[in-house]
């Protein structure tokens, strides 16, 4: 393993809402589900998918970058989606190509974690956390630099609640959504200081019903902060509760991830990739 610090400013995994839960059958195989299917997908397929075919093909450059390391330190902190962005930008404004950065920087970010998750230095909410700001800079990158070739993408913080415990169902749903043609964001519980006006819409999962009054609450907060915002729901609540869509103020309501990703591009005016490729 390459010699990285995995304490300053990393997310240990004893940090996650995860660790706080009891081993059971049940979660277990919800564990197995995540870790065995969900996760090579996450670090094999959304580089590649989102870069453009010119410096994906000329991604050969030997070596690391020479700030691999303070990048990775950086991209596995808390709340540093900002600081992701910047660092990269940074780099390029510095004189390094979209290749060099991709071939020295995120693909290898992307393997280090693959690394340190088959150790068990880190857990599966760490590692869709990262992969997620990987695609997020790695399609900021492509839409910038490919000619106008590369429509935008729409873009969607997708949240549970504040202090929220119930995270596998929202990873789920970004993992799922990125294959959509999304532009995908995790925020709450992993991420506090997102910016709702960065997002055209904001995707909440709600998990129970007696969670009715702290989800609009937080749905108040983010329209204070962004009155343009769009936000849909959707989460085990709803199940629980169908009467809920009714009451909770939303924009939309999604049954499952699928659906989400309809009604994301709906909302945005955009094309599913995937139901353009299966017409």
């Known amino acids: 393993m390459r010699d ?39 670090l094999q397929s959304p580089l590649i998918d989102a870069a453009p075919a010119s410096f994906v093909a000329r991604a050969e450059s030997p070596g690391l970058h020479p700030r691999f390391a303070d990048f990775l330190r950086l991209v596995r902190s808390e709340g540093s989606d900002p600081g992701v962005w910047s660092f990269v930008t940074e780099l390029l404004e510095a004189g390094d190509t979209v290749e060099t950065v991709h071939a020295t920087l995120l693909s290898p970010v ?16 760490e ?11 790695i399609r900021r990158i492509a839409s910038q630099h490919s000619g106008g070739l590369i429509p935008a993408a729409p873009r969607v913080l ?43 819409v904001v995707a909440i999962s709600v998990a129970r019903a007696e969670e009715l009054d702290e989800a609009q609450a937080y749905m108040r907060d983010l329209r204070a902060r ?48 995937q139901a353009s490729g299966s017409a």
């Open 158 to 200: 997708v949240s549970a609640l504040p202090g929220s415990h119930h995270t596998l169902g929202p990873l789920m749903v970004a993992e799922s959504l990125s294959g959509h043609g999304i532009d995908v964001s995790i925020g709450e519980p992993f991420v506090s200081d997102s910016d709702p006006s960065d997002f055209e």
């Open 4 to 42: 990285v610090d995995s304490t300053e400013g990393s997310i240990p995994p004893s940090s996650t809402p995860e660790a706080d839960c009891p081993p059971d059958p049940l979660w277990n195989s919800v564990r197995t589900v995540v870790e065995s299917d969900i996760l090579p997908r996450l």
């Open 127 to 137: 590692v869709a956390i990262v992969c997620s700001r990987l695609q997020r800079v």
């Open 110 to 125: 992307a393997r280090e974690m693959g690394v340190l998750w088959e150790q068990d230095e880190c857990d599966f909410t």
């Open 226 to 273: 962004s009155p343009e915002i769009r936000i849909i729901v959707g989460g085990a609540a709803f199940r629980e509760d169908p009467a809920m869509v009714n009451r909770i103020g939303a924009d939309g309501w999604a049954e499952d991830a699928a659906a989400a990703a309809m009604l994301v591009h709906e909302i945005a005016g955009t094309s599913d990739p």
